[in-house]
């Protein structure tokens, strides 16, 4: 049973635009949520993450924002640029000491310069 | 640098034969997951350890293994692959419930082949 969905498979974007990309959860009880980014023949890198108490977080270019109320967040990206094309994975810490992640199926991202 | 390293990057084994990946750690953290990942699937969660604590999830075939010698290495063991465990292997760490928020720092994956 999948807890965290990402139901965008990809997502197209001009350079310099806005890349919205979105992830959906099921269990009220996770309290972090993380986005990774992945390039080809690479492990996931950390790009970001919100604690469930906060609605948004900011780091540069990249800002993830968080609806409990919906179990929903997204990641924006402004602007977009060619070297962001990667897959991005959506994914969230359930509340146990052993910060178990559960993660999203990715949304390969396509920046076309 | 600090980095999760993970040996070897592809391996091909034969169906049947047993085979071991491995994943080293500098970063001393204390949690060291593993994860398989099929093409255009999530990662899915093996096992992971806490310190010397094995935790197994509840899907996970017996088929895999998993030993934690010391906190830098970590091995897989999977001891008759199929076809279908033909998949990337990922290694993380995590600095555990202190850590929560930072995520995991994965290794580059290892590819496996099963013939």
């Known amino acids: 049973d999948q807890q965290v969905k990402q139901n965008s498979p990809s997502l197209s974007v001009q350079e310099g635009r806005i890349s919205i990309l979105n992830c959906d959860y099921t269990?009220?009880?996770?309290?972090?949520f993380l986005w990774y980014k992945k390039y080809p023949a690479e492990g996931p890198t950390f790009l970001i993450s919100?604690?469930?108490?906060?609605d948004k977080n900011e780091d540069g270019r990249f800002t993830v924002f968080l609806n409990k109320s919906a179990k929903h967040l997204s990641l924006h990206i402004v602007p977009s640029q060619p070297g962001d094309s990667a897959v991005y994975f959506c994914a969230a810490s359930d509340p146990t000491g052993a910060n178990n992640l559960f993660f999203g199926t990715g949304t390969r991202l396509t920046v076309i310069p | 640098d600090a980095m999760v390293i993970q040996n070897p990057r592809y391996q091909v084994t034969q169906f049947g034969k047993p085979v071991t990946l491995s994943c080293s750690q500098t970063?001393?953290?204390?949690?060291m997951y593993w994860y398989q990942q099929k093409s255009s699937q999530a990662p899915k969660l093996l096992f992971h350890y806490y310190d010397k604590d094995f935790n197994n999830e509840a899907d996970t075939p017996d088929n895999f293994q998993s030993r934690r010698p010391n906190t830098s290495f970590c091995f897989l063991d999977i001891r008759s692959p199929g076809l279908g465990d033909a998949a990337m292997y990922l290694c993380?760490?995590?600095?555990?419930?202190?850590?929560?928020?930072?995520?995991?720092?994965f290794g580059s994956g290892t590819r496996l082949t099963v013939v």
């Open positions: 970063l001393n953290h204390n949690v």
């Open positions: 919100i604690s469930s108490i906060k």
């Open positions: 269990n009220s009880m996770f309290d972090y």
């Open positions: 993380a760490t995590s600095r555990g419930g202190t850590g929560k928020g930072y995520g995991y720092t």
